[in-house]
Structure formats: C-alpha cells, structure tokens
C-alpha cells in the first residue's frame, strides 16, 4: 500500500485506477487527511411498486379479527396524526405515537393495524440521538417528544387513543431522511 499525495498522484491517476479496479488499496493524501480510491459497484435499482404494494389487508388477519366499520378510530386517523398509544402494558401511561402507515391503511376500516414511530418525553439535558427527531409544540404537543425512527411498531387501530398533534411538514421531512439513512434507503 502506497501513499501518495495529490501532485504525486495527478500524473498517474489513469494508472491509479486501474491498481485500485484489481482490488489494490489506493490512497491519495491531502494535507493530513487521507482519501482511498475503490471501484464503486452500482446498487441494483429498486423496482416501481404499485401503490398498495405493501398494504396490509384486513383479510390479512382473519374473519375473526375484522374491526368493527363503525370504530371510532377507523375514520379519523390520518397520516402523520400525533396520537396517544400503550404498546407496553406495563407501562403506567400512553406516549405519544407519529402514525407512518398510508392514508389508505388509516381510513380503511379493513385495516386493523397501523404503523407507528414511538415517542417520549425529552429529558432536558440529553440531546437527541442519531435515529432520533425532535417534536413540539409545533407539532402540537405539550413538551419535547423524541421519536425513534429506527423502530416501527405495527399496533391496533383500537390501541389508539386521542390525536394530539400532525406532525409538521418540515418535521415529516426530518422523519423520512432519518427513516431512509436508518434502513439505508437509496433516496
């Protein structure tokens, strides 16, 4: 393995690429930072879905388990709604919940169940993590809420209490390119 800085490597970049495709480590130095020259190998595109493509249906889960059309959270759940939900029983109270599953899903009063992130109260002093987005009062909640965007909990419509907020656009925003560098998405 040669180092070599950025004058050196000018003249002979054409060679230096070829070493580096034959799967020879290349580094190139600029000042005191260190740059590796890789063969870049192309993602395999990701096909176009139909929306729906990934929708649950109530049917999914049996006769058995077919939500009432009449439940009160089958008509007014919406896309991006704040709302309270327990996933722990043993947990003492609700959290707030941002709901990420498709309008389609959230109307549709087949669907029994809903994608949510988790959120809880911010403690002051601690500063959100990586995986983590800040909510409040702007997003029409009572206090700093983090939300864990590397976790998605698949929960019972009837599981939801009250809407307490939507998130707000810029919020949204935040969500979906935290969501996608998480899983690692191609955006």
Known sequence: MEIMTVSQAKPHIGRLIERALEGEVVI????????????????EPVPDRPVGYFRRRGEDYGPANSAPANHPRSADMHQWDIVRVRLNSRDRDTHPAVVISCEEDCLDAQSLRIN???GSKRQPAAAPKAWQVQLNGADGLEFSTI??????????????MATIGRVALERRRQIGRKICEILRLPR
Request: some cysteine; charged content about 20%.
């Open 147 to 160: 939300v864990d965007c590397g976790i998605f909990y698949l929960v019972d419509k009837t599981a939801c």
């Open 116 to 118: 949510v992130l988790y």
């Open 28 to 43: 190139i130095r600029k000042g005191n930072r260190l740059v590796q020259v890789t063969e870049y190998v192309m993602p």
